[in-house]
């Protein structure tokens, strides 16, 4: 049985002492049998994490990497430093980085790409916009999106990343998908990979994200093809994610 995955994005959220406080309330909290939890933290406060989870259950990860390995790339994070500050994640292609900075798919491709060869798991976002949801293109942008993960990772690397469904118009809005359009979109995505093969899309991680509290979920984490949360706001106030969690474990 696939494992749940709750993981935190901060975003450009945290403070050394608020991140202290928010780690110590989800050390402090019970493990729960089949749920890991994992924070994807800006990239200043990695060490920090290093120093407040190494020997814990909770993983760490940054929020982006480069694809390149090293060199003359100003502002960039390279996998390699990732791993020197202990992140097993990485999030790649998340939404905001796809509207701000320009990624392509392939440039995202190529970002799980470098992750993978660094043993980082890249967390893979993708999902349409609400013009292209409106105008009936939900499942073709995905596919899309998908493809171009498929094609430059291969089944191998396939087999070991994880995958966000995050639908931009849920994200940050409170308004999150329904569980029918979660549960619709995270079948489809499934079913491309295992047209690959059907052993790696049985054991693919898919995860939900976009306006994912407490307050829903319950519905959305005991739908069949999701397999966990990426959770935004939700995921800076302790309780709230810590709940998320709980969801996720009544629904295995
Ligand atoms: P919110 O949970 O704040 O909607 O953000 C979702 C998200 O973008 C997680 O990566």
């Not at 945290?14 to 050390?27: K, P, R, S």
């Not at 480069?66 to 994070?77: L, R």
Request: proline share 2%.
């Amino acid at each position: 049985m696939r494992h749940k995955l709750i993981a935190g994005n901060w975003k450009m959220h945290g403070a050394c002492a608020d991140n202290a406080a928010l780690v110590e309330a989800l050390l402090a909290a019970e493990r729960l049998s089949g749920v890991d939890y994992a924070v994807l933290v800006p990239a200043p406060y990695l060490a920090q994490m290093q120093t407040l989870l190494t020997g814990s259950s909770v993983a760490w990860g940054g929020q982006d990497v480069s694809e390149e390995t090293k060199g003359a790339f100003t502002g960039e994070v390279a996998a390699s430093m990732l791993r020197e500050f202990g992140c097993r994640y990485t999030i790649v292609g998340h939404s905001e980085r796809r509207q701000r900075h320009g990624e392509s798919d392939s440039l995202v491709a190529a970002k799980a790409r470098t992750a993978l060869a660094y043993q980082l798991t890249p967390i893979v976002c993708l999902g349409e916009s609400l013009a292209q949801r409106e105008s009936g293109e939900t499942a073709m942008v995905v596919r899309q999106q998908l493809a171009a993960v498929i094609e430059t990772l291969g089944l191998e690397g396939l087999a070991r990343i994880v995958l966000a469904y995050e639908p931009i118009w849920a994200i940050g809005t409170g308004r999150s998908a329904t569980p029918e359009q979660a549960q619709e979109v995270h079948a489809l995505l499934r079913h491309q990979v295992a047209a690959e093969s059907q052993m790696v899309g049985d054991n693919l991680q898919i995860l939900y994200g976009g306006s994912v509290k407490a307050a829903n979920a319950v519905e959305l984490m005991t739908l069949p093809d999701v397999d966990g949360a990426l959770v935004g706001g939700a995921s800076l106030v302790a309780q709230e994610f810590l709940a998320i969690g709980r969801a996720a474990a009544g629904a295995r």
